[in-house]
């Protein structure tokens, strides 16, 4: 079946603008994360949806980043009035359940600020 | 959920040879999971091991963990040039998979 899917699969903009990266999870996958890998480095969580409870926002790095995501399907990434550290590949995930489960990954979207 | 320490940094070896890493965490957890990551295929799940089991296998990785040193292992065996990639570890200590990455080890398999 089909995996998780993002869009754009790269975006550069220019600094100041605001920019919305989109995730499609696998249907029928309750949990869907949002993780952020600077060049060389790990993964940062960022947020966490399951079903309909609210989300875990614990790992947003400042109020210019929000997501929301609609029951079980697609989920959006907002980050307002980009900076140049918030060059990175955004990486969503999703999963069956929030219990040990593992992640299916997308490709990520790759995201430039000028 | 806490980061792993992925050990050593960078693995270098020719193909069919062996290949071990290691991870270490400092708090108790549910489970660890690895991962790895190429440039083809992006980010993949590679084994969950619970907090309850010591070995697990899958294919040609062999994973062990140890709780009380707070430790884990993947090994893989007879590896091939398509195995090149930074593998991570991920300690699940939370009520979730909430997966928390250090900078893995980067293992580079010579034909």
């Known amino acids: 079946g089909a995996g998780v899917s993002q869009s754009p699969s790269n975006k550069v903009t220019e600094k100041g603008k605001d920019v919305e990266l989109r995730c499609d999870p696998i249907?029928?996958?309750?949990?869907l994360y949002w993780y952020r890998q600077r060049l060389g480095q790990g993964l940062e969580f960022l947020i966490y949806?399951?079903?309909?409870?609210?989300?875990?926002k614990s790992g947003l790095p400042s109020d210019r980043f929000s997501a929301e995501r609609t029951g079980e399907s697609v989920s959006t990434l907002t980050i307002q009035r980009t900076q140049q550290e918030d060059s990175a590949v955004y990486l969503c995930?999703?999963?069956?359940?929030?219990?040990?489960?593992?992640?299916?990954f997308g490709p990520g979207t790759r995201l430039t600020v000028t | 959920s806490q980061q792993g320490e992925e050990d050593p940094q960078a693995l270098s070896i020719q193909e069919g040879e062996n290949a071990t890493m290691n991870c270490s965490y400092k708090t108790s957890i549910n489970n660890l999971q690895w991962y790895r990551q190429n440039s083809g295929r992006g980010l993949v799940h590679l084994i969950l091991?619970?907090?309850?089991?010591r070995e697990k296998h899958s294919g040609r990785l062999r994973v062990t963990l140890d709780t009380s040193k707070k430790s884990s292992s993947l090994l893989i065996t007879a590896s091939r040039a398509a195995d090149t990639a930074s593998y991570f570890c991920?300690?699940?200590?939370?009520?979730?998979?909430?997966?928390?990455f250090g900078a893995g080890t980067r293992l580079a398999v010579h034909p």
């Open positions: 091991i619970r907090s309850n089991e």
């Open positions: 991920a300690p699940i200590s939370g009520g979730y998979n909430k997966l928390i």
């Open positions: 949806f399951q079903g309909n409870s609210a989300p875990d």
């Open positions: 995930a999703s999963s069956l359940d929030s219990g040990p489960y593992e992640q299916y």
């Open positions: 249907s029928g996958h309750t949990a």
